[in-house]
């Protein structure tokens, strides 16, 4: 069956140091999102891919990248971690075109201390 | 801007109750919804969803949910909660033209008595 995976599941980090969280899907499909999810703020979205080698940035991307070099990954890098970047942090896809449904991995949770 | 808001930020009920989550948005056209279903430490689950159509709509689990247009709403109802319904339950909106991103309501945590 086709997934979405997301690793590590937990991480614990320090200030300034660089991270990166990974991100698979084998539902060969063409957008890939990044949110992270905090008490309060519900989802909110950090970056996305509409195909390779395209990304874009969302309503909270600072201090974060991504590249997509295929398909399947899309990576999260927090280039200097902050505690304020202490979150769970989800990964989703869907299928191209105008408005799809979303399937979302188990989440990363990282903590910066 | 388009928006969606979740009035209630945590509802509780008895098993057996019925259930009615409230989810309005604030979008110019007829947006896609949908509303998800996240259990505790793990990642969301799609419900149900609305393109176009029956105004009302079936999904997993016994959940359905109503598109009202003229109130903006898409609220979630079940007829009977059972313990495992206990969860937090997001409501998304799609915007035809932003390309398949999805923005989120704050989210409603369900709890279940017994």
């Known amino acids: 069956d086709a997934e979405i995976t997301q690793s590590p599941r937990h991480k614990i980090t320090e200030t300034g140091r660089q991270v990166t969280l990974a991100c698979h899907q084998t539902w060969n499909h063409n957008n890939m999102f990044w949110y992270r999810q905090d008490l309060g703020h519900g989802l909110r979205l950090i970056h996305y891919?509409?195909?390779?080698?395209?990304?874009n940035k969302g309503e909270v991307s600072d201090g974060y990248s991504v590249s997509r070099s295929n398909t399947e990954d899309l990576p999260l890098t927090l280039e200097s971690a902050a505690s304020s970047q202490t979150s769970v942090y989800f990964c989703a896809s869907s299928a191209g075109g105008r408005v799809n449904e979303q399937f979302f991995g188990p989440g990363t949770r990282l903590t910066v201390l | 801007a388009q928006s969606v808001t979740q009035p209630d930020i945590h509802i509780t009920v008895s098993e057996g109750a019925s259930l009615e989550l409230r989810c309005n948005y604030s979008y110019g056209a007829t947006p896609y919804l949908f509303w998800y279903v996240q259990s505790p430490g793990q990642g969301l689950q799609l419900l149900l969803k609305y393109f176009s159509g029956d105004t009302l709509v079936q999904g997993i689990k016994g959940f359905e949910a109503e598109f009202k247009r003229s109130q903006s709403s898409f609220n979630l109802r079940k007829p009977s909660v059972h313990w495992s319904d206990a969860a937090e339950y997001f409501c998304a909106v799609g915007p035809y033209n932003q390309g398949g991103k999805l923005i989120f309501g704050q989210g409603t945590e369900l709890s279940v008595k017994p």
């Open positions: 891919s509409y195909g390779v080698h395209d990304t």
